[in-house]
Nanobody, 120 residues
Framework: QVQLVESGGGLVQPGGSLRLSCAASGSISSINSMSWYRQAPGKQRELVATITSMGNTAYADSVKGRFTISRDNAKNPMFLQMNSLKPEDTAVYYC??????????????WGQGTQVTVSS
């Protein structure tokens, strides 16, 4: 079991920056990859960025060049540095952890989410 807690959300003006954190507890060593998702009102939850246990990263086209996902060497915590924020980045941001990815029995864990609002 893995528990995830996000923090760092808030209200920021367009062009500003925020850094989100995701603190994991429980079976941290079993985590294969971690991701950030977001969900805006009336829209489906979408993948923002992923980082694997090897440190490889991937981003949604909408955030490339503006967002950076990272983690420390112990995989915990994970961060999402968000720069040049736009009103369309407004959403609840969720942290997700995947375990069992290479055993054929994946399990997914979610945090409770943190609100990011970009507005002047």
């Amino acid at each position: 079991q893995v528990q995830l807690v996000e923090s760092g959300g808030g209200l920021v003006q367009p062009g500003g920056s925020l850094r989100l954190s995701c603190a994991a507890s429980g079976s941290i060593s079993s985590i294969n990859s971690m991701s950030w998702y977001r969900q805006a009102p009336g829209k489906q939850r979408e993948l923002v960025a992923t980082i694997t246990s090897m440190g490889n990263t991937a981003y949604a086209d909408s955030v490339k060049g503006r967002f950076t996902i990272s983690r420390d060497n112990a995989k915990n915590p994970m961060f999402l540095q968000m720069n040049s924020l736009k009103p369309e980045d407004t959403a609840v941001y969720y942290c997700k952890a995947t375990t069992g990815q290479y055993t054929g029995r994946p399990a997914y864990y979610w945090g409770q989410g943190t609100q990011v609002t970009v507005s002047s």
